[in-house]
């Protein structure tokens, strides 16, 4: 059973750790969310032989919905933010771009990830996210614009 959860684990953690620092102030809280995220989908055996692409939007959409469990708790209310942003992936990451995402209401942040940072499509994600297409391309576009207001020190 090991050797089959293992290279789950391998192949989608760059993911489930972006999502979850993206979305979370506290490094112990990603550590938190990435270890509940892996362990439901430990626990859903039926989704390890899933194909790649639905494999995939179930543990973005698991993932997305347990950094927002974890914002709701009460004793998550009073965090410290992490110092240095340092996510797992094979490219050296825009620390600055991250920064400039992670001041973004989550609305915003997560088109923004899922879109460019994960590649998912508009339908994809009004699928992921229950939401309507023309939601998801008003909110990628109202982020843009935020971002740009962001990087550029010019308020919007």
């Not at 620092?21 to 362990?39: K, T």
């Not at 990830?113 to 009004?126: H, P």
């Not at 391309?137 to 990087?151: F, H, I």
Request: proline share 3%; with cysteine.
């Amino acid at each position: 059973m090991e050797d089959l959860f293992t290279p789950l684990v391998e192949k989608y953690a760059d993911t489930v750790t972006r999502l979850c620092y993206l979305h979370l102030e506290s490094r112990a809280d990603a550590e938190d969310a990435w270890q509940n995220v892996f362990f439901k989908l430990f626990r859903s055996k039926k989704m390890w032989e899933k194909p790649d692409d639905e494999l995939r939007k179930w543990l973005v959409t698991v993932t997305l919905n347990e950094c927002r469990d974890f914002k709701r708790k009460l004793f998550h209310r009073n965090h410290v933010d992490i110092d240095e942003l340092q996510i797992a992936c094979a490219q050296e990451p825009d620390y600055g771009l991250i920064e400039a995402v992670r001041t973004l209401p989550v609305k915003y942040a997560s088109v923004i990830i899922l879109y460019y940072y994960e590649g998912y499509s508009v339908k994809e994600i009004s699928q992921i996210l229950s939401e309507k297409e023309n939601t998801v391309k008003s909110r990628l576009k109202r982020a843009r614009e935020l971002l740009k207001g962001v990087l550029t020190d010019e308020p919007f």
